[in-house]
């Protein structure tokens, strides 16, 4: 006999370019800013629901200054799919 277990997974990516001037980091040079853009940045996202409907989001940021951004996009998040936040 096999048990079967429904799991729904989705996947997304999205740009996230900022639009204010953030600071380089990762160099030592505190206080430089950045001049103009290399690479568009990303953000990442999987899915997944269980039977019960429980849903987790599972996301990466393609940057390194992201604790300005976890709070806002998080609730941006979290009232777009209507799952909490925590």
């Given at each position: 006999?096999?048990?079967?277990?429904?799991?729904?997974?989705?996947?997304?990516?999205?740009?996230?370019?900022?639009?204010?001037?953030?600071?380089?980091?990762?160099?030592?040079?505190?206080?430089?800013?950045?001049?103009?853009?290399?690479?568009?940045?990303?953000?990442?996202?999987?899915?997944f629901?269980?039977?019960?409907?429980?849903?987790?989001?599972?996301?990466?940021?393609?940057?390194?200054?992201?604790?300005?951004?976890?709070?806002?996009?998080?609730?941006?998040?979290?009232e777009?799919?209507?799952?909490?936040?925590?």
């Open positions: 006999m096999t048990n079967t277990y429904l799991l729904r997974t989705g996947f997304g990516r999205e740009p996230v370019m900022p639009e204010v001037v953030l600071p380089l980091g990762g160099n030592g040079l505190v206080g430089r800013e950045y001049t103009g853009v290399n690479d568009t940045l990303y953000i990442t996202c999987v899915a629901q269980d039977e019960a409907g429980e849903t987790v989001l599972l996301y990466t940021m393609d940057t390194l200054k992201s604790e300005m951004f976890i709070h806002p996009l998080r609730a941006a998040v979290s777009a799919v209507g799952i909490p936040g925590e």
